[in-house]
């Protein structure tokens, strides 16, 4: 099989996505947007042995991939509608490529999404997703645009994506369910994001752990903030690990976790709470934007006494 029977067999869907001009299979894809409609895009890769291990199921990691991706235009607040894959692959292997694509299409479908084009080539397993997605006028939450006495908030529960990863890097034999598909399968918080415009303008995603993305936050805001530890949003199946700093650190360095932190005026804050109850989504306050301060750090930790939780950031590459 060659690379264009490949990418027939495996990547060429039927979809059912409006405002495409020329679909996959020509040089470019060509789509329209409505006048009042803004394009918002972002590209991810994903390594293997860096952001995911080699055993990995393959329907999980076409999953992942695109949710991962995904993430990014629900922390802008963005509407999906389409993507791009880049896949490089060691070999042509069936299997493989059945539960990969049968993962990605079953996140795509439940955001009707259409792959519009990719590349494909031989090498180390590695996994590039550009996602398209719209806005509506000028409603977009960014880095940038924290205020002083802002609420910072987070969506769902931090932590369980890093203790599920340490737990197959144990290779532990009962791990926790839930914990282990909060790492193989993160939820993009798409239409939180979305719900969130009417209240904030400033949010990002967590993807390489809270303090890390806050401090990028409050670095592109100007500002800095106030984190209260015991306030963060814990699972259940998080709060059995017994040990207080193991924990802590899963949720403030961790990263993989794909929930969002916004910022959001005192005066929106219940009406933004009231509204996320009202859809049943934990919406979660964990602290306060202050002023810079050259003197002090740029987010600063209540509630812990361990000291080299402040010194961490969260994910880095290099
Ligand atoms: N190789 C690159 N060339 C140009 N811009 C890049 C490159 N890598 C990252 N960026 C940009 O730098 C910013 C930070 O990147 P990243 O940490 O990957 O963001 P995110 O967590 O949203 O994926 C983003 O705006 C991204 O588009
Ligand atoms: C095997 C493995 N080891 C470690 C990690 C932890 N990890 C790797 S990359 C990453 C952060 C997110 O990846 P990045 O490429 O920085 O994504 P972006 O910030 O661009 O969204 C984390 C927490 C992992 N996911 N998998
Ligand atoms: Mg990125």
């Known amino acids: 099989m060659d690379e264009f029977d490949l990418i027939k067999q495996y990547f060429r869907r039927q979809h059912s996505c409006d405002g495409v001009v020329v679909d996959n299979g020509d040089d470019c894809a060509i789509v329209e947007l409505a006048a009042s409609e803004r394009l918002v895009f972002s590209i991810d890769t994903m390594v293997e042995g860096r952001h995911f291990l080699a055993d990995m199921a393959p329907q999980d990691l076409?999953?992942?991939?695109?949710?991962?991706?995904?993430?990014?235009?629900?922390?802008?607040?963005?509407?999906?509608?389409?993507?791009?894959?880049?896949?490089?692959?060691?070999?042509?292997?069936?299997?493989?490529?059945?539960?990969?694509?049968?993962?990605?299409?079953?996140?795509?479908?439940?955001?009707?999404?259409?792959?519009?084009?990719?590349?494909?080539?031989?090498?180390?397993?590695?996994?590039?997703?550009?996602?398209?997605?719209?806005?509506?006028?000028?409603?977009?939450?960014?880095?940038?645009?924290?205020?002083?006495?802002?609420i910072i908030a987070v969506t769902g529960s931090i932590g369980d994506a890093a203790a599920g990863l340490q737990l197959l890097l144990r290779e532990q034999e009962a791990a926790d369910a839930f914990l282990l598909s909060r790492f193989l399968r993160p939820t993009a918080r798409v239409a939180e994001g979305q719900a969130l415009l009417p209240y904030s303008c400033c949010g990002i995603d967590i993807s390489d752990g809270l303090l890390a993305d806050l401090g990028h936050l409050v670095a592109a805001s100007e500002v800095a903030a106030i984190v209260d530890v015991n306030a963060l949003p814990t699972s259940k199946a998080l709060g059995f690990i017994d040990d207080v700093d193991e924990r802590q650190r899963y949720q403030l360095t961790g990263g993989d976790d794909y929930e969002l932190c916004v910022a959001i005026a005192p005066d929106r804050w219940s009406q933004a709470k009231a509204y996320f109850a009202a859809q049943g989504w934990p919406l979660t306050a964990v602290g306060r934007i202050v002023a810079a301060n050259s003197q002090a750090d740029a987010i600063s930790l209540r509630g812990s006494d361990s000291e080299i939780l402040a010194q961490q950031t969260g994910f880095k590459h290099f």
Do not use: C, N
């Open 62 to 150: 076409g999953y992942r991939a695109l949710a991962t991706a995904l993430s990014d235009l629900a922390a802008m607040g963005a509407e999906p509608r389409y993507f791009t894959l880049a896949l490089t692959l060691p070999a042509v292997d069936h299997q493989w490529l059945a539960g990969f694509s049968q993962g990605l299409f079953e996140l795509a479908e439940q955001h009707d999404m259409a792959l519009l084009g990719g590349d494909t080539t031989r090498g180390p397993l590695t996994i590039t997703i550009q996602v398209h997605g719209v806005i509506t006028d000028d409603a977009y939450l960014s880095r940038a645009g924290a205020k002083v006495d802002d």
